[in-house]
Structures are given as C-alpha cells and as structure tokens.
C-alpha cells in the first residue's frame, strides 16, 4: 500500500515548455487535489477532483489543467511554464468528506 | 468560500516550553479541523483533528481546542522537543475542500 504517490519528484523547465505531473493513489478515495506551496503563502489549491471524470478549478487555476480519466490518477498539466511557477506542487486525497488528507511527497519544479 | 487566517508565522521556543499556534475561519458551516505536520522536505501529515461537535481534544503532548461561536481553533504543544521543530499547518474544510492557513514555522531550541 503506497499510499499517494507523485512523480517526478524534481524538475527544471525552461520558459514555454510544457510537462505533465502525475498523481496516484492506490487507497480507493474518491476526492483528489493539487496544491502549490510557495513561502510564506501555505497550500494554495489550484484544482480538484471529486470522482472519475469530474474536475474543477480552485483558488489559483490559471496556467494550468487536470485530468481524472481513472479514479486512481490526477495529472496536472503546465502547457507553457512560467518562472511564477516555480513552487512545490502537492497532490493529496481524501477518502470521504471531512476526513485526513493524505499527501504525495511533493514535487519541486523550477522555471528558468 | 472558506477563509483561514493562522498566526503566529514563525515561533521561537526553548526545548520545555509550550507553544500555542491560532487559527481562524470564516465558513460556520465548517465542521472538520485538521493539523498537519510539515518536516523540511517532506510531506504534510496529520497529527491532530477535531470536528465541531468537540471542544478540546488531546493526544498526549498535543491538544486542540475549537470554539465555534468564535470560530476559531488552536493547536497547544507541550514540553517543546527539538524533533517539534517544523511546519505546521491548520485546516478547515465543509464538506470536500480542505483550506489551509498559512503554517507556522515552529523553532524548538535545545
């Protein structure tokens, strides 16, 4: 049991470039979520799943996409990287409403 | 939607001390509180929650407490301990969308 898993774990891009994250978990949750966190700012949520087929946008959506074509996967895609970015991005999930979160161990992306 | 403010930002302790972090949230229809432990360069896990029909809850050196009407909740860490040193984040969350404060660095000094 893995639990949620995100790769890559590091990544530099250059301006324009796009990549794809990926996020899988293997516990069955239905609710998933991708967050960024920069200094001094916290976790900041740029998008969400609530089950397979079905995304939405949060607090900080543009620049980037999401898709859930299984309940297992949640891929965050950039299509043209900006240096503003740069960040660590997290991917969690939960199993139903209001329990634990449970967190990938990030990524690190930088955009020179 | 769900605002969730959390101070201090940073906490300078001494190893035996207390420390108290505070946050607050604008949805009364919140009902999950969460704290999440930070290390540096790891991921965030779960030390401690409360839902709302709880006001204190404790789990040996750590405690929370909630106060609804005054919507606000806060993490108490006792008999500080270097290995406390990190980040800690609040939570609240309605019904699937987890909002988080802003963290606090905590730095526990031997």
């Known amino acids: ?112 | 939607g769900e605002n969730v403010e959390q101070h201090p930002s940073t906490l300078s302790v001494q190893e035996g001390d207390s420390a108290v972090i505070k946050c607050t949230y604008s949805d009364s229809a919140s009902n999950y509180f969460p704290w999440y432990k930070q290390e540096l360069g790891k991921r965030p896990q779960l030390i401690i929650d409360i839902r709302s029909n709880v006001g204190e809850k404790k789990d040996q050196r750590i405690a929370v407490t909630l106060n609804k009407t005054a919507k606000h909740f806060s993490l108490h860490i006792t008999e500080t301990q270097p290995e406390d040193s990190a980040v800690y984040f609040c939570a609240a969350t309605g019904s699937y969308i987890p909002t988080f404060g802003r963290g606090t660095s905590l730095i526990v000094h031997p």
């Not at chain 1, 995100?6 to 069955?28: H, I, W, Y």
């Not at chain 1, 991708?34 to 700012?41: A, F, I, S, T, V």
């Not at chain 1, 543009?62 to 991917?91: H, I, M, W």
């Open chain 1, 1 to 112: 049991n893995a639990g949620v898993t995100q790769t890559p774990k590091f990544r530099v891009l250059k301006t324009g470039q796009s990549m794809t994250l990926l996020c899988a978990q293997d516990m069955n949750h239905e609710y998933m979520y991708w967050y960024r966190q920069d200094p001094g700012m916290g976790l900041r949520l740029i998008h969400y799943s609530v089950g397979e087929g079905t995304t939405a946008k949060g607090e900080v959506p543009d620049g980037y996409n999401v898709s859930r074509l299984k309940k297992q996967n949640f891929l965050l895609g950039l299509e043209s990287a900006a240096p503003s970015q740069t960040s660590v991005y997290f991917c969690a999930s939960i199993r139903q409403m209001n329990t634990e979160a449970f967190f990938g161990q990030g990524t690190r992306l930088t955009v020179v």
